[in-house]
């Protein structure tokens, strides 16, 4: 099983980009895209609906043209699920879930936090104790998950450029980096990328300026966290950088799934 997720920064952009047209030729089974910032009424285009897809949506309540996230499979899930329950997540339209037979996979994106804003800050804070929440409800149940998306925090020094300096950066504030840690630690859950790939400056962000992806200063804000039982079933993960689709980059990882 291929899947692929992403940071869109805006579906449409994405669209005009050509994102679409590679995501066909990458011929995945799932794709999961984060930060859609459109309501599914307004993509009238067929671009956003490939044929060989069955496609879902989560958008915003309170501003469709914030947020939001979508899941792209070839299978036909058994059953689809939004929101986790707390208003953080369910009124922005920040995590869809899809059920197939042997796994669930869902797409999350955490708010962007600020380090001017207390409150920008405090709202990621609650999103990202009540992710947790779930990830702790999740792992009382018998079968495996997938969640894709972005966790807008850096886990460790060799994820995140200028480490030292960002320390004191929404994004690798230290809060944040035991918050995901204990997710991976204290809670069991696979870092799936980090399980194939040990090299540092696998970035999947870049500030918003063209020095920042030249010089290859960013971050890995995004995550495939798996629960424990797919260990040993991951097979392979890239970020791939032959396009720019946003300011993120495609995660793409391949697990032992029929």
Known sequence: MKVISLNVNGIKQAADRGFFEWMVRQNPDVVCLQDIQADERSLNDSVFFPPEFNTYFFDS????????????????????????????????????????????????????????????????????????NHLIKTRRKRREFIFCGTANVARSPIDVSSWFVNQRNSGFLPEERKWINEIFNELEYIDAFRQVNKQDKQYTWWPDYERAWKLDEGGRLDYQITTPGLRNIIQGGSVYKGQRFSDHAPLIMEYDID
């Not at 939001?68 to 058994?78: D, L, N, Q, R, S």
């Not at 995590?95 to 869902?106: H, T």
């Not at 920008?120 to 009540?130: I, S, T, V």
């Open 61 to 132: 309540i309170e501003n469709p043209e914030q947020a939001g996230v979508a899941i792209y499979c070839k299978t036909m899930p058994k059953a689809i699920m939004t929101g986790m329950g707390f208003p953080e997540c369910d009124f922005e339209g920040r995590f869809i879930q899809a059920d197939f037979d042997k796994v669930s996979i869902g797409t999350f994106l955490t708010p962007h936090g600020s380090n001017h804003e207390d409150a920008l800050q405090e709202h990621k804070y609650r999103f990202m104790e009540g992710f947790k």
